[in-house]
């Protein structure tokens, strides 16, 4: 195989890796949201079952969360949930690995939605309650604080956490390869199996460090924007 | 007839009653200095007064509308306790000014939100008002680019924004330099002469004398001694007040 041949075969694992990063974050970042307000509800049952789930979510390996989603369909109903909208997809339309792919996204979208909600616990607990008070004796309503005030604030001062999360999201994606689905490194450890191939293994790195590279400058970027005020 | 009535105002928190029984009146235009020693309920009352604590008892009236009675047993809405915060401006110790907006969208913010007018009205009675408090070349900076002082003449001049009836500040000036401090005292000062009714707690003892109409002396959460400021600051009565008084001398 010459070396085109290599990268562009590389190069359809790391589509997959870039939809699985893609979809968790624009699934898991609002997720974390209602999560988030549910950790500091009021109400004692909500923050407590949502800061559970949390505990779990965030306490036990994703490759783990993984497996659970994948095959905990078929264990309780008896039904290969996933397994079925693998061979149905690739006997209808020709797409291999749709099922799998489902249950891997579901669980990055759950695992990361838990971290981003924690994050933005944190970002919104930050806030001083004399903003919030500014804004009651100015008679605003809640709501119109929380949209005015409050949230930019909070995005200033959760940009730093959230980009150490997107970055270490792009190499987690490497996990999905745990039920076979066929990211970048599944499609390296293919070539070494059958090619005896073993250099495009670690020639993987390079597709993580120029997209790291990238989402760095554009994360540094978003930073620097929101600087122009101090909180 | 007095702009604000205020009358046998209790407040615990939790087991702790820090206000016991306060009553007071205040006349349209007049200023009134509440002072007294740390933890005797000041900013609470200002705090109960300004609705962001739930009173426990008593009755608050602004010029004629009955704001609060805890005789009414009926529930307070959300909606009631925006307009009554409406009848009253507050200016924190700390200014807490909007950092991510200029000094001219601190001003504008509410009343826009609240539909006080057209953009264009709004935007010309916050300058008015920036002008006022000597701010006309900053009304485009972010408030981490003033000094304490001029932070706090925004808080002043956003608070005016909304024409309220009673301007009340905690301590406005203990969390500035003492140069700084004069600015935003005379800031006070130039409001009196265009007849802002105001409510200031402070530590400032020669500004309560020559600035107010009346000075209320608190300790423990009650009104020991008021009177007008000649009264109660260079003659007081009450042994409290008289100690209390005393420690501020030997401290400056
Ligand atoms: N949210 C609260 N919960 C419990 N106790 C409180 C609360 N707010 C105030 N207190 C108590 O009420 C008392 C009066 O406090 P307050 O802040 O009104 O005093 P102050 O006169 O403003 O004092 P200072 O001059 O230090 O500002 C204090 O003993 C304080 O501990
Ligand atoms: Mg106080």
Redesign the pocket.
């Known amino acids: 195989m010459s070396f085109l041949e290599v990268t562009a075969f590389l190069f359809d694992g790391f589509k997959i890796s870039l939809l699985i990063f893609a979809v968790t974050l624009l699934c898991g970042a609002p997720l974390g949201l209602p999560i988030a307000f549910c950790s500091m509800s009021r109400f004692k049952i909500v923050k407590s079952i949502s800061k559970v789930i949390v505990w779990i979510v965030r306490g036990i390996p994703l490759m783990l969360q993984i497996f659970i989603i994948y095959y905990v369909p078929g264990l309780l109903f008896g039904y290969q949930l996933f397994g079925q909208i693998d061979r149905y997809m690739f006997i209808e339309y020709g797409i291999a690995d749709a099922g799998r792919i489902t249950a891997v996204l579901i669980a990055f979208a759950l695992n990361y939605a838990c971290y981003f909600s924690e994050i933005y616990r944190g970002g919104i607990e930050s806030i001083s309650k004399g903003q919030y008070e500014a804004g009651y004796v100015l008679g605003l309503t809640k709501s119109q604080i929380f949209r005015k005030i409050i949230l930019k604030q909070v995005i200033q001062r959760i940009v730093p956490p959230m980009s150490n999360e997107i970055i270490t999201l792009i190499k987690d994606t490497a996990l999905a390869n745990c039920i076979m689905v066929c990211e970048i490194i599944k499609n390296a450890k293919e070539l070494a199996a059958t090619k005896a191939l073993i250099w495009p293994l670690f020639f993987t790195g390079v597709f993580y460090l120029v997209f790291v590279g990238v989402l760095t400058v554009v994360l540094n970027k978003a930073e620097k924007k929101l600087s122009y005020f101090r909180s | 007839m007095a702009i604000l009535e205020v009358s046998n105002i209790k407040k615990s928190?939790?087991k702790?009653e820090?206000l016991k029984d306060i009553s007071f009146t205040l006349e349209k235009g007049d200023v009134l200095s509440i002072i007294?020693?740390?933890?005797?309920?000041?900013?609470?009352?200002l705090r109960c007064l300004n609705f962001l604590e739930t009173t426990d008892c008593g009755k608050i009236v602004a010029d004629g509308e009955v704001l609060f009675d805890s005789e009414d047993k009926t529930k307070m809405t959300d909606e009631k306790i925006r307009e009554n915060r409406l009848n009253f401006g507050l200016v924190f110790q700390n200014f807490n000014l909007f950092p991510q907006y200029t000094v001219l969208q601190n001003l504008t913010l509410a009343p826009t939100l609240l539909k006080k007018g057209d953009d264009v009205t709004i935007k010309q009675k916050a300058l008015e008002l920036i002008k006022k408090v000597g701010l006309e070349e900053k009304a485009d900076f972010y408030p981490c680019q003033l000094s304490g002082g001029q932070q706090q003449r925004v808080a002043i001049a956003r608070a005016l924004a909304l024409n309220p009836k009673i301007l009340f500040f905690d301590?406005p000036t203990s969390a500035l330099d003492p140069e700084l401090t004069m600015e935003v005292l005379n800031v006070i000062k130039g409001l009196k002469e265009s007849g802002c009714t105001m409510v200031i707690?402070t530590h400032e003892m020669a500004f309560a004398r020559d600035v107010s109409d009346k000075v209320i002396f608190?300790d423990g959460g009650v009104i020991v001694e008021q009177g007008d400021p000649e009264q109660v600051i260079n003659n007081p009565q009450n042994e409290r007040t008289k100690h209390f008084l005393n420690r501020y001398k030997e401290n400056s």
Do not use: D, I, P, R
């Not at chain 2, 740390?38 to 009352?45: A, D, E, Q, V």
């Open positions: 928190f939790g702790t820090v007294g020693s740390s933890g005797s309920g000041k900013t609470t009352l301590e707690v608190m």
